[in-house]
């Protein structure tokens, strides 16, 4: 009778500590491989230094390429304007053809826009529209 609680002790005691280096391993593996955690959080950042005010639109490099591929379930499709940016930001999104997708929508410093209407494995272009100042741009 005692023999058979110390064995079930014993597997609970073994499944919890099983269970809890997987966690911990799988979590330093999110943490610390790139790859791994791009794939599973991505995030794209364009930092943009506007040195004068045009009414034209500038394109949006994010992380030094031209365009953006939603190719991941994980993204958000969400732009956000860095709460550091100097002032609201004027965006629009552009497909291969350059065909606007999203017309022009305003991104206050702080707040985020959903892109709801763009679709999976296809590239976009984004384009700014802003003050004069320093703009940080997140694309999750």
């Known amino acids: 009778m005692v023999n058979s609680k110390l064995k079930k002790i014993g597997v609970i005691s073994a499944i919890f500590v099983t269970l809890t280096i997987i966690f911990v391993c799988s979590y330093q593996v999110y943490q610390n491989v790139e790859t791994v955690h791009n794939y599973i959080s991505p995030k794209m ?46 965006m629009r999104v552009k497909d291969v053809k350059g065909n606007v997708v999203i017309d022009e929508f305003q991104v206050s410093p702080g707040n985020s826009q959903q892109l709801s209407g763009l679709n999976k494995d296809q590239k976009y272009y984004f384009e700014i529209k802003a003050s004069k100042g320093q703009f940080i741009i997140n694309a999750i």
């Open 45 to 90: 950042t364009s930092v943009m230094a506007i040195e004068k005010e045009t009414d034209e639109w500038n394109k949006v490099k994010f992380d030094d390429q031209d365009s953006i591929k939603f190719d991941s379930v994980f993204w958000d499709k969400t732009i956000i304007n860095d709460a550091n940016s100097t002032g609201n930001a004027l």
